[in-house]
């Protein structure tokens, strides 16, 4: 399903509201020539949009190169934006919403991130395949595998999403309490603002079954594991001492499993999927935040 097309009198003012499968919420996926010219942050009208509540945005267009070109807003508690996290969910998103065939590659304006996007055999079916070395510079962002906060051994990682990796046995209960604590310390450490969406946090833990993962997203528990997440969680794993099993294939989580692999040029996640719900209208006039 594509977004609808432009009327005469310019780009109609609508966005498509997009489940993606595995996601807590919907993402509002609007194309970037139904705003104004150069607009790259949102109104705070779109928090209040007929949307069913949508806590994602994502505006998207062609990047001139035969693929897309995306930007992620994360609505944050209380009304604020976060403009600074990714979202791979949102990303795939825009894919589903733009309904374009074949393999599609994504760059992500807010992280850097080129994403390829590859349809499956099975119909509606997505590869995403995030295109850096997991032992890229930066992927470590203190340089060290692992890292104590709070006493607690960790793995900051940066891919996709920054994230903290935490061995779910010293997790202490309560253990969402705990998690946001590590969390806390972990932004002071990397230099973001108390308030942001980032770094995102999960434990993990090696059984007999396999990887387990239980992660937190802004306002709670994630249903299963955000696709950047798993991404992170690969790229952890394919890195010497950290504190995340060498990983590949499926992972569970709370909600069912997530199917990862890493490679020496690439992270993939498998077997993602997302459906445009309905059409949705956007506000008349918008307050520009900031332009390029």
Not at 52 to 65: C, Q, T
Not at 75 to 85: K, Y
Not at 173 to 189: D, G, I, K, S, V
Not at 230 to 239: C, D, E, N
Request: proline letters at 12%; aromatic letters at 4%; glycine letters at 14%.
């Amino acid at each position: 399903m594509r977004p609808p097309d432009p009327a005469p009198g310019g780009p109609p003012r609508r966005g498509l509201l997009v489940r993606a499968h595995d996601a807590p919420g919907e993402t509002l996926v609007v194309r970037a020539d139904a705003l104004p010219a150069g607009t790259l942050g949102l109104a705070p009208e779109l928090a209040r949009l007929p949307a069913g509540g949508a806590r994602k945005l994502a505006l998207y267009g062609d990047d001139g190169h035969g693929g897309l070109r995306y930007r992620f807003v994360q609505v944050l508690p209380g009304g604020g934006f976060d403009f600074r996290a990714g979202c791979g969910h949102s990303l795939l998103a825009c894919v589903v919403a733009e309904g374009r065939p074949g393999p599609v590659t994504v760059r992500a304006v807010t992280t850097g991130d080129t994403v390829l996007c590859e349809p499956e055999r099975d119909p509606g079916a997505y590869t995403l395949h995030f295109l850096r070395p997991p032992d890229a510079p930066g992927t470590l962002p203190t340089g060290r595998p692992r890292d104590r906060l709070l006493g607690v051994p960790v793995s900051l990682v940066s891919y996709g999403n920054p994230y903290v990796f935490v061995d779910a046995r010293h997790v202490r209960a309560p253990a969402e309490a705990h998690l946001l604590a590590l969390r806390a310390e972990a932004a002071r450490l990397l230099g973001h603002p108390p308030g942001s969406a980032l770094p995102k946090i999960a434990a993990v833990e090696a059984t007999p079954a396999g990887l387990s993962v239980r992660a937190l997203t802004v306002g709670g528990w994630h249903p299963r594991l955000a696709l950047t997440g798993a991404a992170a969680l690969a790229a952890a794993g394919a890195l010497d001492g950290t504190v995340v099993p060498r990983v590949d294939g499926p992972v569970r989580t709370p909600g069912g499993t997530v199917t990862v692999s890493a490679r020496p040029g690439r992270v993939s996640v498998h077997h993602k999927r997302a459906t445009v719900l309905r059409a949705c209208p956007l506000p008349g006039r918008w307050r520009i935040h900031a332009t390029a």
